[in-house]
């Protein structure tokens, strides 16, 4: 595998598409017969990240002066001929190869033979081989390349450089805190937010992905053992597509009752880096993020990472971005939805922080804050009626699924004529699930009691 094969359907990010030598990174192959490659990502200083912006504007201005140069040349030796051969080919000078190594002109081609690996076994070989060699600025992550679309979480994106570039400008910012990352993939952002974070839980979907996430998790323990404000970084399962946190411990990877009230009583901020490519999964998100905001009560932070991709389609016959269309589409009606229970505020942030890891941030990534504050919390909190409410206490049980948007909206809390129920991201089968507590917690806000369920509708209780 000197060359990664491609397929109509096999895309590659373009963190490792610049990779050198691929073949002397592989490890094994994955039990469903991938190849699994392992790459070390470095923690810029802060000598060399000035060294880095230095090179880049002395390159800068290398270019700009040598474009001039080349300007001039072709200026004064336009009326040059070309040198051609016999045959009327253009003739270029080649450079002369130079032999190295005893006479051997080519690298020494070494076979390894790969093992597939089953899923017990991944489980079992957590720890590096090199556990000496690890250091503090070194993120060891294992990965694939050029997958299908369903697999793009087991390689490394831009947005997730992105936004752990924005996670280490800002350590302050997440320092102490329990921190929920929505599409981890590898695990890379979640690893380091660990490094100032005191919880993170690192969640996506695909036990086989869950796998790889875990062994990232171990390869990188250094990172967190070796500062004083690391924190615990813990796999777990979450479909953006199901209403609920899996509790059914016979399910690897799934929820404590302690991790899913841990989730919802602490949680301050809510990550997800480059996770916008399917409107799909993307109305899943905006689902996922309203549930578990909704069933908070405290104001939690969302930073978003994205990477622009243009693409040329027939249907626009013009370059354009319809995922990114989309999911702006959603980002807009999450901050116009007034459903009396949170209220969103959208901010997009400039990516002007400090650089710590190498690659090329281009002008297609952005960096978006969703900043989520519940309504009822607040009145809650004001008014000692509810506030001594024995409902309250069980407001946001464990399994509650109380992603309920239609029913509250018929409170009178929503703008005339505004219809929750064609927003994107929402699903009929969400409109109808809804806890006891929080229904009586809701209808605080209206006498009109009989407008929240269909007549002959028995009221639903938690599932």
Same mark, same amino acid.
């Given at each position: 595998?000197?060359?990664?094969?491609?397929?109509?359907?096999?895309?590659?990010?373009?963190?490792?598409?610049?990779?050198?030598?691929?073949?002397?990174?592989?490890?094994?192959?994955?039990?469903?017969?991938?190849?699994?490659?392992?790459?070390?990502?470095?923690?810029?200083?802060?000598?060399?990240?000035?060294?880095?912006?230095?090179?880049?504007?002395?390159?800068?201005?290398?270019?700009?002066?040598?474009?001039?140069?080349?300007?001039?040349?072709?200026?004064?030796?336009?009326?040059?001929?070309?040198?051609?051969?016999?045959?009327?080919?253009?003739?270029?000078?080649?450079?002369?190869?130079?032999?190295?190594?005893?006479?051997?002109?080519?690298?020494?081609?070494?076979?390894?033979?790969?093992?597939?690996?089953?899923?017990?076994?991944?489980?079992?070989?957590?720890?590096?081989?090199?556990?000496?060699?690890?250091?503090?600025?070194?993120? #060891?992550?294992?990965?694939?390349?050029?997958?299908?679309?369903?697999?793009?979480?087991?390689?490394?994106?831009?947005?997730?450089?992105?936004?752990?570039? +924005?996670?280490?400008?800002?350590?302050?910012?997440?320092?102490?805190?329990?921190?929920?990352?929505?599409?981890?993939?590898?695990?890379?952002?979640?690893?380091?937010?660990?490094?100032?974070?005191?919880?993170?839980?690192?969640?996506?979907?695909?036990?086989?992905?869950?796998?790889?996430?875990?062994?990232?998790?171990?390869?990188?323990?250094?990172?967190?053992?070796?500062?004083?404000?690391?924190?615990?970084?813990?796999?777990?399962?979450?479909?953006?597509?199901?209403?609920?946190?899996?509790?059914?411990?016979?399910?690897?990877?799934?929820?404590?009752?302690?991790?899913?009230?841990?989730?919802?009583?602490?949680?301050?901020?809510?990550?997800?880096?480059?996770?916008?490519?399917?409107?799909?999964?993307?109305?899943?998100?905006?689902?996922?993020?309203?549930?578990?905001?909704?069933?908070?009560?405290?104001?939690?932070?969302?930073?978003?990472?994205?990477?622009?991709?243009?693409?040329?389609?027939?249907?626009?016959?013009?370059?354009?971005?319809?995922?990114?269309?989309?999911?702006?589409?959603?980002?807009?009606?999450?901050?116009?939805?007034?459903?009396?229970?949170?209220?969103?505020?959208?901010?997009?942030?400039?990516?002007? +922080?400090?650089?710590?890891?190498?690659?090329?941030?281009?002008?297609?990534?952005?960096?978006?804050?969703?900043?989520?504050?519940?309504?009822?919390?607040?009145?809650?909190?004001?008014?000692?009626?509810? #506030?001594?409410?024995?409902?309250?206490?069980?407001?946001?049980?464990?399994?509650?699924?109380?992603?309920?948007?239609?029913?509250?909206?018929?409170?009178?809390?929503?703008?005339?004529?505004?219809?929750?129920?064609?927003?994107?991201?929402?699903?009929?089968?969400?409109?109808?699930?809804?806890?006891?507590?929080?229904?009586?917690?809701?209808?605080?806000?209206?006498?009109?009691?009989?407008?929240?369920?269909?007549?002959?509708?028995?009221?639903?209780?938690?599932?």
């Amino acid at each position: 595998m000197d060359h990664i094969t491609f397929h109509y359907d096999t895309v590659l990010s373009d963190v490792h598409m610049l990779v050198s030598k691929p073949r002397h990174l592989m490890t094994r192959l994955n039990h469903v017969g991938q190849p699994v490659f392992i790459s070390n990502f470095k923690i810029l200083s802060d000598v060399e990240r000035l060294d880095s912006s230095d090179s880049g504007k002395r390159s800068a201005e290398q270019k700009s002066v040598s474009s001039r140069e080349d300007c001039e040349k072709d200026g004064e030796e336009g009326n040059e001929e070309p040198c051609l051969d016999e045959d009327g080919d253009l003739d270029i000078t080649r450079r002369r190869f130079r032999v190295e190594d005893g006479g051997r002109g080519r690298d020494l081609v070494c076979p390894i033979i790969l093992k597939q690996s089953s899923p017990g076994l991944e489980h079992e070989e957590e720890g590096p081989d090199d556990e000496d060699k690890c250091t503090k600025d070194i993120i #060891k992550i294992e990965h694939t390349m050029a997958t299908p679309l369903q697999d793009v979480g087991k390689q490394v994106w831009r947005g997730a450089f992105l936004l752990a570039d +924005f996670i280490l400008s800002e350590s302050d910012l997440f320092r102490g805190a329990t921190v929920l990352e929505l599409g981890a993939g590898t695990g890379f952002t979640s690893i380091v937010m660990a490094t100032t974070a005191k919880t993170v839980y690192c969640t996506d979907v695909g036990e086989d992905l869950l796998s790889m996430c875990k062994r990232n998790v171990s390869f990188n323990r250094h990172m967190t053992e070796l500062t004083a404000s690391g924190g615990e970084v813990r796999v777990r399962l979450l479909d953006w597509l199901q209403p609920s946190l899996c509790t059914d411990a016979d399910v690897d990877f799934s929820w404590t009752e302690e991790e899913v009230a841990d989730v919802y009583d602490n949680t301050r901020f809510i990550i997800a880096a480059d996770v916008i490519y399917d409107d799909e999964l993307t109305s899943g998100l905006f689902r996922a993020l309203h549930g578990l905001c909704s069933n908070c009560n405290h104001t939690c932070t969302i930073f978003i990472s994205i990477e622009k991709r243009m693409n040329f389609t027939l249907r626009h016959m013009d370059v354009c971005c319809e995922a990114y269309s989309y999911f702006r589409r959603c980002l807009s009606q999450l901050q116009d939805l007034d459903d009396g229970r949170c209220s969103f505020r959208v901010q997009q942030l400039p990516c002007d +922080f400090a650089q710590f890891f190498i690659y090329e941030r281009i002008e297609q990534l952005e960096l978006w804050k969703v900043t989520a504050t519940p309504r009822l919390s607040d009145e809650v909190c004001s008014n000692p009626e509810l #506030k001594s409410s024995p409902g309250l206490s069980l407001y946001r049980p464990v399994s509650c699924v109380c992603w309920t948007l239609t029913r509250i909206q018929t409170l009178g809390s929503s703008p005339a004529g505004r219809n929750p129920a064609r927003l994107p991201w929402t699903s009929e089968s969400s409109l109808t699930h809804m806890c006891l507590p929080c229904l009586l917690l809701s209808c605080a806000h209206s006498s009109r009691y009989s407008t929240l369920w269909p007549k002959g509708e028995s009221t639903p209780l938690c599932m």
